[in-house]
């Protein structure tokens, strides 16, 4: 089997180190791996197959002699630098949003547009972590009966927004136990036992671009563009594992016995559905999982052809790293 | 300036200690106040007017000489005492769910329907906590643009589930924090960093009673018996204040500026909508206040004539003994 000459940008933080995890995991083809990061990490280590590699600094030389280039340090970073590992000659799966919309750049989750890929020219674009977990459920049910439009909440663990809000939700719940003032620093408010109601910038409709990537990245990825998303997008003081709280309309009416038949079925998914017995999806019981689980599923009581359900997925996993680690292993 | 004899039932309880705030605080006049609870609690002390009251255990003498009881002690609690109190000439107000949707009993919101307060014969519900918050928003708009549905997902405190819950949660949280095993009494898994998608009993539609308060304690309130509401209801590690995301669809078109002017002007409500400041309602700021704050005002992009907002409530104030403090006003 061939093996790949592999770089991670990024290797330092939350997605950086799943995605050596998961490539460790799923026995991926490596001849070599560069994990790369930008000076304020470089010199640090990482640990992959049993052996510490240390952090190079990311330079133009960064990508020499590399098939495969894992993005995944934010959009400045890839707006800068995911041009130059395609000049030299690397496939890039990037985890940032800046290129996801691009027309000539397929956007993938592996089990519902996996054909896409090959259509790639060099790069590939990896979903919204929110998108993603929401889709895993979405999409089977829309093969079946037609996806129209979604009302949802979010739920979003701080991991998320990397390695320093693992770290800030800890020290302000600390803080807080012991009634000491909370610091924030990479979120506006304390996020510990608190709601941000905010997840990136504000857009001219009133949504924030999280909120809106649901309609527009759910569209590309499903080939539906005339879906539609309502979505309130909320960080909630969670470590892993982001949630959702769905009310879908399709155009054909689903029973609950097909819905969670359809469910059941779907790659990715697990169905954990036993609310009167307690089983349901949770943060807890999905981090660090593969798959995402769908669970409470029921008619909604509000709209014609409608169902109601609650997913969650570890979103450092099927949001960002086990995706980005999928897609290439369909190239 | 009349004077009443009190009688609070639950009066160790995370409500009965807030009614014995908000009276004070609002100087209610009482001419005598006689803290009650189960036969556990009964012997503690709470302070009332700045003296150490005993606490009595409920008996069938607990109402003599009572005009006004406070009830706070769940479900089975009132179903057995409040007829005995209301027989001892007593006028109830009660927080727990069983009598609100008696056709004889008023369910009551001061700011919405105070009026209905007149019909009581000796007994007035307090209704459902997520439901109080969210309809600090709704009914103001309601009363312009015409409710017809909403779509919504919670986000509730501990808090709501009593002051053992409340305590469950810094354990959990402390035991999370140094990597010991989280032990889970008052819920069945553990909600330090965690969310649980169900709250209340499951019913047959798939919903929980909790979800389906919205819309039949909704209708009553709102005296608007066409209303719908699919609501998804979720646990999470907060200690005070629900939240609760809304998609809302009116018979009538409304803009940006006008719901914000309607909500500004809105009794018992503020309007805290700066997204790109980040000023935003968090459980964190309406902890301990007695308004309910709303923001996150924007058109909905997936209903016609739909509005989506964020509203915010401390559920123990708002949701409960505010609100019950409320309405002994009007009497």
């Known amino acids: 089997m061939k093996e790949y000459h592999i770089a991670i940008v990024g290797a330092t933080g939350a997605v950086g180190n799943e995605l050596l995890r998961v490539l460790e995991r799923r026995n991926f ?3 070599s791996l560069r994990p790369i990061s930008s000076a304020r990490s470089a010199g640090k280590s990482v ?61 993938v989750i592996p089990e519902i547009n996996g054909d896409d890929v090959r259509q790639h020219r060099g790069l590939i674009a990896n979903p919204n972590c929110t998108t993603a977990v929401a889709l895993m459920a979405l999409y089977p049910l829309h093969r079946v009966f037609q996806l129209r439009r979604i009302f949802a909440a979010s ?39 608190n709601l941000l109601p905010r997840i990136d910038a504000l857009l001219e409709n009133g949504y924030t671009k999280e909120e ?64 009167q017995i307690n089983r349901y999806p949770m943060p807890l019981s999905v981090a660090e999982k593969d798959n995402c689980q769908v669970g409470r599923v029921r008619i909604d009581c509000a709209l014609e052809n409608g169902l109601s359900f609650w997913v969650c997925g570890d979103q450092l996993l099927k949001g960002a790293a086990l995706n980005a680690v999928q897609i290439a292993e369909l190239l």
Chains 1, 2 share one sequence.
């Open 155 to 193: 739920y979003q663990a701080v991991s998320g927004s990397g390695a320093r809000a693992i770290q800030e939700l800890k020290l302000q719940t600390e803080a807080a136990l012991q009634d000491r003032p909370l610091s924030a620093q990479v979120y506006p408010h304390p996020i510990a036992f």
């Open 47 to 107: 640990t992959f197959g049993g052996a510490l590699r240390e952090v190079e600094e990311l330079t133009e030389h960064s990508f020499d002699n590399v098939e495969l280039a894992f993005f995944s340090a934010g959009s400045d970073v890839s707006r800068q630098w995911v041009p130059v590992a395609r000049e030299n000659g690397a496939v890039v799966i990037d985890n940032s949003s800046i290129f996801r919309m691009e027309p000539d750049v397929p956007l």
């Open 212 to 275: 809106m990537k649901m309609q527009s990245e759910g569209r590309k990825i499903m080939h539906l563009p005339e879906f539609r998303a309502s979505v309130t997008c909320v960080r909630v003081p969670v470590h892993r594992a982001h949630s959702v709280a769905v009310s879908a309309q399709f155009e054909k009416a689903a029973s609950v016995e097909q819905a969670r038949e359809v469910l059941a079925k779907a790659p990715g998914l697990e169905l954990v559905d036993e609310p």
């Open 29 to 31: 083809p490596v001849a």
